[in-house]
Each structure stands twice: as C-alpha cells, then as structure tokens.
C-alpha cells in the first residue's frame, strides 16, 4: 500500500513538469498527461492539483484557464451518474480531454484575428493531446507496475525517455552559476537507463535527452554525444558498475576530441563527475541490472509461464489421444481359441448352397427328413470342429444312405474348416499385434506425461546464476555453446 502511494505521488511530480512544457503559448502536453493519468487511475483530483501546479508556474494565468477549464470539464463529465457506472472505453477517455481542450481553444478565436491560423492550432493542439495521453500512459504503467526485474517493453521504452526529455525540457532555469542540475541529471539518468535496461533504452534516452537539451538553448551535437554516450557503455553492463562508469566517461573524453563541438565545459564536467559519483554510490537495490536479477522478468515469467500452460495442455491432448487409442485397441482385440457359432453357421449354408441345392434329392433330405438332415449335419461340423476334419466315419448312418454326394459333402466340409482354420490363425495373429501397439501407446502416453512433468517442473535459473556457471565452466577450460 504504502509502496503505491510513493509511485502515485512520484506520478503527480512528473506531472508537474510535464505540465511546464509549454511551446508557442499552448500546453496540449499537461492535458496528454492528466489524461493518462485518469485512465492509470492515479487519482483524478490529485492530477489536476499537480498538473494546475505545473500550468501555473509556467504559463499567465489568461493563458492558463483554457486548460484548466478542460481537466475541470472532463472531470465533472466522469462524475455525471450515468456515466460514472459504466466502464467508459479507452478511446472515450482519450476523446474527452481533446474535445473540452477544442471546445475552450475555438472560443479564443476573435473576429479580428486570423480564424484560419487559430482553427489549425486548435486541431493541432487536440492531436497532440491525444497522442501524447496515449505516449504517457506507458510510462505511467511503468511506474505503477515495474517491480524487481521488470523489463520494459518496446513502448514503455520510448514512453520514458520521453517523459525525462519533456521534465528536462521543462525545468525552470536556476540562476546557479557553478552547478549545473539539469546537466548532472541528463548525465545521470542516461548512465542509470544504460546500465539497468541496456543499449536500448541508453540509445533511446540519450537521444531525447541530447533533443530537450538541444531545445532549451544547448548545441544541437548534444543529441548525438548523449546517443554514443547511451550506446557504448551498455557493452560493458556485464562487467559491473565501475568499467561501466569508466566507459562512461571515456565515451565523454573521446567524443569531444573527435568533434570539437561536443568537447565539454568545466560546468558540463562538473555534472558528468557528480552524475558518475551519484551512480557509483547509489545502494544495489537501485542500480542494478535487470537481465541480471535472480528470476526473470514479469513480462517474462507471463511469458514462460502461457508458453507452458499451453504446451502442456497441447502435450496431455496427446497423451490422452494416445490412451485412448490404446483402449481402443484392447477393446477391441480378442483372441479366437474355438470357431464362432455364426461363422459354423457360414460354413453350413455354403456347403448347402454348393451340393444341396442343385442335388436331385434335396427334397428328400431337406423336406422329407428335415430334422435328421439337420441333426446329422451339426454332428458332422461339431466332429469337425473337435477334429479339425471329417471322415466318413463320422457321418450317421442315416444320412450316409441318404445323401448321394457323401465324397463331395467331406470334402467340401474339410475344405471350408480349412479356410476357417486360416483366418482363425491369421485373425489371433491381428489380435496380437494389436495388444503388442495398444501397449506401446499406453506406454507412450505415459512417457509423454513424465516429459511434460519434468519439463516444466523444472525450475527457472536466473540469468545472473547462468552466467557464473558459464564463467565457472570455461575458468575450467570447458567450451560453453
């Protein structure tokens, strides 16, 4: 709780400067940032308060009313009841400001003046407005989010540098001859942003810096010193605090003797030496890198920790479909040790389709003497079934002095028990290879799950904690890829 309140408050501060940024007697910049700041939900009242502030001490008071007018606007509008209630879309929030801020600005226009001039930097402001919220609103999660090891995304990257550009740029000019505050802390914050968020956010900072510089009366050279100066040392970050430092300075030295227009003044090393200073004496817990934090990054560890979510739940629909197949399989497997009454029933039709239907007394047998034709066939095929074949031995006597085609009846009924025989054989065989598959399944899910289980149970080493085994290994003389 207590840790919010400070960003909040750390928020607010910013947002006086920002709101001192005026250019060409406008300052749609303090509305950009009051409007990031209600969508974050830092507190409306205590927005306005600062950024009325700010306003105040940089613009007169006939200049100043338009704005003011305009947060008050949007703040009474988000009090209205109805829209209170509701959750108002990101895109309305970013309208209302520029739309009260367009509204007050086209009610300056006179009769007498140029309505054309005055309608286009009306338009012009609104932009701004809304461009700038959406800029600042990244930075203002930044601030409100970032805990130990946060790593700053591509936005929140420019959204920074552009907020320390427009503090810089806005920072009343102190009337010290031997001190030089701005400088030290343009020196400082570009060493503090390459050190804990790498050559990214250097180069980036620098550059904004060295412009907000360039803008408040300083050379125009400054953008590119701060840019090299935001680069080169970042190549050093692994090494520590000091060759950062060092590099630092050298980067400083270096540059001015290759252009003299960048060679700096005893006041600019006065602020280079205490922003050097400052950095090197600054507790851990601020300085620090954030590649190099034991544990990862939030951005990161969201990351990693979707990335296993869905390649575990990719990986069990695997498993499962595995296992189901191998149930499947067994279900559906079954090994034959005796012939199946139907396919006995199979046999009996095609042998009495084949002899008996074109047969001269099959009226004899099939009609007249029905059920000892029948009786006597079943106790053919059962002797058969238990034998493997038949003989005429086997037939009752009854139907062997009925039937005139007893040769061709064995025969026919040996043959068909041989074919059945076959695809019995072939059938257990099936049967077989299919237990042996619905087995190899069932153990594949299962390697597939114990995979899944030691991946991603496995716990996560910090970068720092990689990178001293990698020194440790190769101090033994063994090559790291």
């Given at each position: 709780m207590k840790d919010s309140k400070k960003r909040t408050l750390l928020i607010h501060v910013i947002g006086m400067f920002v709101a001192r940024a005026a250019f060409y007697n406008m300052n749609p910049l303090a509305i950009g940032y009051f409007t990031a700041a209600l969508i974050a939900n830092t507190g409306g009242k205590m927005a306005f308060l600062a950024i009325t502030i700010g306003i105040m001490t940089a613009m007169p008071i006939t200049r100043a009313l338009k704005y003011l007018l305009t947060m008050i606007t949007t703040l009474v509008i988000l009090e209205i009841p109805m829209i209170k209630k509701r959750k108002i879309p990101q895109i309305v929030m970013y309208a209302i400001p520029s739309a009260a801020l367009g509204l007050?600005?086209?009610?300056?226009?006179?009769?007498?003046?140029?309505?054309?001039?005055?309608?286009?930097?009306?338009?012009?402001?609104?932009?701004?407005?809304?461009?700038?919220?959406?800029?600042?609103?990244?930075?203002?999660?930044?601030i409100m989010q970032s805990s130990k090891g946060y790593k700053m995304n591509n936005e929140q990257m420019i959204s920074m540098a552009v907020l320390v550009a427009v503090m810089i740029y806005a920072f009343p000019e102190l009337p010290v001859?031997?001190?030089?505050?701005?400088?030290?802390?343009?020196?400082?914050?570009?060493?503090?942003?390459?050190?804990?968020?790498?050559?990214?956010?250097?180069?980036?900072?620098g550059a904004v810096c060295g412009l907000?510089?360039?803008?408040?009366?300083g050379p125009v050279s400054d953008i590119g010193l701060f840019t090299m100066m935001g680069i080169l040392p970042a190549v050093f970050r692994e090494m520590g605090r000091f060759p950062v430092a060092a590099v630092y300075l050298a980067t400083?030295?270096?540059?001015?003797?290759?252009?003299?227009?960048?060679?700096?003044?005893?006041?600019?090393?006065?602020?280079?030496?205490?922003?050097?200073?400052?950095?090197?004496?600054?507790?851990?817990?601020?300085?620090?890198?954030?590649?190099a934090v034991d544990g990862i990054g939030k951005q990161e560890i969201l990351a990693a920790d979707n990335l296993k979510k869905i390649a575990k739940t990719r990986m069990k629909v695997f498993s499962d479909s595995f296992l189901k197949l191998s149930k499947t399989l067994d279900t559906i497997t079954?090994?034959?040790?005796?012939?199946?009454?139907?396919?006995?029933?199979?046999?009996?039709?095609d042998v009495s389709e084949k002899l008996?239907?074109?047969?001269?007394?099959?009226?004899?047998?099939?009609?007249?003497?029905?059920?000892?034709?029948?009786?006597?066939?079943?106790?053919?095929f059962e002797a058969a079934e238990r034998n493997g074949f038949i003989q005429k031995e086997d037939i009752p006597a009854k139907f062997l002095s009925d039937c005139i085609a007893v040769d061709e009846?064995?025969?026919?009924?040996?043959?068909?028990?041989?074919i059945a025989k076959l695809?019995?054989?072939?059938?257990?065989r099936v049967a077989e290879s299919r237990e042996v598959i619905a087995e190899q399944l069932k153990e594949v899910s299962t390697v597939i799950q114990d995979i899944t289980s030691d991946i991603y149970t496995a716990e996560q080493a910090s970068r720092m904690t990689e990178e001293k085994v990698i020194r440790r290994l190769k101090a033994e003389h063994i090559l790291v890829k």
């Open positions: 007050y600005s086209l009610m300056e226009i006179t009769a007498g003046g140029p309505v054309s001039h005055y309608f286009l930097l009306t338009i012009l402001e609104m932009v701004i407005a809304v461009v700038s919220a959406g800029l600042f609103q990244y930075g203002i999660e930044f001859n031997y001190v030089a505050p701005v400088e030290t802390f343009v020196y400082f914050i570009v060493l503090f942003f390459t050190y804990k968020y790498g050559v990214g956010q250097g180069a980036i900072t907000a510089l360039s803008l408040r009366g400083a030295a270096i540059m001015g003797l290759i252009n003299p227009a960048m060679e700096l003044s005893i006041n600019e090393i006065g602020a280079l030496s205490s922003a050097v200073v400052v950095f090197l004496l600054l507790p851990r817990n601020l300085i620090y890198r954030v590649d079954e090994k034959q040790i005796k012939l199946k009454q139907k396919e006995i029933n199979r046999m009996f039709e008996c239907k074109n047969c001269s007394n099959c009226t004899n047998c099939w009609e007249n003497n029905l059920e000892d034709t029948y009786q006597a066939a079943c106790t053919l009846f064995v025969s026919e009924t040996n043959r068909s028990f041989e695809n019995q054989i072939w059938q257990n």
